[in-house]
Structures are given as C-alpha cells and as structure tokens.
C-alpha cells in the first residue's frame, strides 16, 4: 500500500529527487519518508513538501494530527479563511481517497464540476465500486432560494447554478447516485468522504467561495465531525428525491 505522501508525488508529477531540492534535504530523507509514513519529517521540512504537493500536511502525515492535538479540537485538520483558499489537491485527494461514502451537501455543488476535471467520470467510477454518492441540494426557485439570491446579488444565481448542477447528475442516472433537495442548509455547506469532511458556513451576502472552511476528521463520538454529521443526516432524511419532480422539469434540467 502507498503512502500519501508517494500518492501526492504521482498526482503532482514530482520525483522524489525534486521534493527533496525544495525541502532542503537529501534524496534518501526523502526515501524514508515514503517508506515509513509514521516517520514524521521536521515542521519546515514538513511545511515546505504541503506547499510544492497543495496538501495538507496532516493528509501527507496523519499522525501529525494526533501528536500535536489531544483535545476535542484535535478532529480540526486546517482551517481556511476562505473556500479558495484550500489546496487544489485537497478535493481530488479527499474524494479520491474514500472507499464508503461520498456526501455532497453544498446548496448548488456546482463548483464541483466547475473546478474538478472530469468530476462526473471520477463519480461514476466512485459508485461503480460500491461508495455510496449522494447530493443534497438546495431547490430552485424556492422561496428560500430566492432570498438567498437577494442576498448574493450575482447575475449567475442559485437557480441557475444548481440546474447545471442537475443537468451533470441527469448524466449519472444510470448509476448508484443519490440526489434530493432540501432548503435547511443554504447557509451550511457539509461534504463528507469518509472520516474527513469540509464544512463551509455561507456568511451573509457573500458567496461560496468566499466562505471560511474547515476540514475536519474523526476521532471521536459525538465530536465536532459527528455534530455536522448528524445534521446532515437529518436533512437527508426529510429531502425529496430530486427525480420525482414533474417530467417537465427534469426535461428542463436535462436541457
């Protein structure tokens, strides 16, 4: 099994000869590294690899987490100050790496395919092994929806956004993945892979990618991680199965 730090390496197209150049350090450090993920390189060293690789060093090294941090805050991986600040590995790795669930609680979800090459394909593939993908998404031309969009005051609305967020899942409808709306989180964006999840709460008048964003991985009952979860479940629970709208409107998604 690979080590993720070997994962990032293929994904960013480095060798390890060059990682070890940026780092400061010789080739073999770097060998070693690979060889046993639990030996924890120096903080700089550690920084200086996260940044040429965009992930998050507790991604590359995960038991760096759990030394640094014993407390109920430990199941905080990074914080952002906003959405587009994150590393652009982060996502494909997160989603990449799951092996269970695939949980999309963003309002429109749309700047998944906007930002992610082949998004729809790396899904299909995900259900295809048995991961179970779902989407929660917010409604168009809701009531709540459309005091958000007052709210945002963008020419490209929700509306808009998640019918072209409806119009790729109509490509995957062949497939495992579950869609449903529900309007209880157009402040709160909650996605999930696995025992890691990104939780992105909406500020007033400001859109996604302006959110802060928190990256969170379970290590506990009823933690932090649990918390969100638990509210994401309940959402789910009472969502509407986006296909059962009238023939007329997903003719219009599809469109």
């Not at 590294?33 to 507790?58: G, K, Q």
């Not at 007052?150 to 929700?158: A, G, N, S």
């Not at 991680?225 to 409107?249: C, H, M, Q, S, Y």
Request: charged share 25%; aromatic share 8%; glycine share 6%.
């Amino acid at each position: 099994m690979h080590s993720p730090l070997f994962d990032a390496l293929v994904h960013a197209s480095m060798s390890e000869s060059q990682l070890a150049r940026v780092c400061g350090v010789d080739p073999k450090t770097v060998s070693r590294w690979i060889a046993n993920p639990s030996r924890e390189p120096h903080p700089r060293h550690r920084a200086a690899a996260s940044r040429a690789l965009e992930v998050e060093e507790a991604v590359l090294w995960p038991s760096v987490q759990q030394f640094v941090k014993s407390g109920p805050d430990r199941e905080v991986v990074q914080m952002y100050p906003y959405r587009s600040a994150a590393p652009a590995a982060l996502w494909r790795s997160l989603i990449k790496g799951a092996t269970r669930e695939l949980t999309f609680a963003g309002y429109t979800n749309y700047f998944l395919w906007l930002e992610h090459a082949n998004f729809g394909a790396m899904l299909r593939k995900k259900a295809e092994v048995g991961v179970r993908v779902r989407f929660l998404l917010g409604e168009p031309g809701h009531p709540v929806t459309r005091r958000r969009e007052l709210e945002e005051d963008v020419p490209l609305t929700l509306s808009t956004r998640i019918e072209v967020t409806l119009s790729e899942l109509a490509k995957l409808r062949d497939t495992t993945i579950e869609a449903r709306y529900e309007t209880g989180h157009v402040s709160l964006s909650v996605f999930r892979f696995d025992n890691d999840m990104i939780v992105t709460p909406l500020l007033p008048g400001r859109i996604g990618h302006d959110a802060p964003m928190m990256h969170f991985r379970r290590q506990q009952d009823d933690g932090v991680f649990d918390r969100f979860a638990g509210v994401t479940e309940d959402l789910w629970a009472k969502a509407r199965d986006v296909w059962t709208i009238p023939t007329t409107e997903v003719a219009h998604a599809e469109a």
